[in-house]
């Protein structure tokens, strides 16, 4: 299976009910570590980019992802707009064609990944929504690189099940990025909200991609 542009635009539809399904959840996470707006901030954005979807025209799967991080940049308030938007651009960049296989997605959400870090400096263990998209990568590259035929969908649900495990091993961390991590030992024993929401993401992927 290869992803086209209209999985493309389906998996971001799927990310913004996700966010829509979860808003209380991820309110109610950043609320103990953080300014209690993270659910708001990321259904606001995500409602934003389904509507300036829709009278997007795309050559490229990169058009759809670009799209989507130019908008949540300028859209969403606080961290997780800046940081969402350098991911899904950074990774458009990379996906010029109108159909991608496994091995390009990978690399190009790497790449979203590095963007993300640089931006904003958190490695894994500083209870970021990094702990939970770094597993899911090495989940997927785990599945790409093993060699021979390539399923997607088996890489995707593996990075999104990487990526659930690795949200909930926030809950033990203290952070030392972001908001969170003015409270210091107080952060300890709270599940991360950019983590959550990262964990929505690649779950949207795997539904999408499992629903074909």
């Not at 971001?12 to 609320?31: F, G, K």
């Not at 990774?91 to 496994?102: E, N």
């Not at 899911?136 to 659930?164: I, Q």
């Amino acid at each position: 299976m290869h992803m086209d542009i209209p999985l493309a635009r389906a998996w971001i539809r799927t990310v913004a009910a996700a966010m829509e399904e979860h808003q209380e959840q991820l309110t109610q996470l950043d609320s103990a570590i953080g300014d209690a707006d993270h659910g708001v901030n990321m259904h606001r954005g995500f409602s934003t980019v389904i509507a300036a979807l829709d009278g997007l025209e795309s050559t490229n799967v990169g058009d759809v992802l670009v799209k989507t991080g130019t908008i949540l940049i300028s859209s969403v308030g606080g961290a997780s707009g800046p940081l969402y938007g350098t991911f899904f651009r950074a990774a458009g960049r990379q996906l010029t064609t109108p159909t991608t296989d496994a091995e390009h997605l990978l690399a190009a959400l790497e790449a979203g990944l590095a963007g993300l870090q640089k931006l904003g400096g958190a490695v894994p263990g500083d209870k970021t929504m990094v702990d939970a998209i770094a597993p899911a990568l090495a989940a997927f590259a785990a599945e790409v690189r093993t060699g021979g035929s390539v399923d997607l969908t088996a890489a995707a649900v593996e990075a999104a099940a990487a990526a659930r495990r690795g949200m909930l091993a926030t809950i033990p961390l203290q952070a030392r990025k972001g908001r969170a991590s003015y409270l210091g030992a107080r952060s300890i024993g709270h599940q991360d909200p950019g983590a959550t929401s990262a964990a929505l993401v690649f779950q949207a992927l795997a539904d999408v991609l499992q629903a074909e």
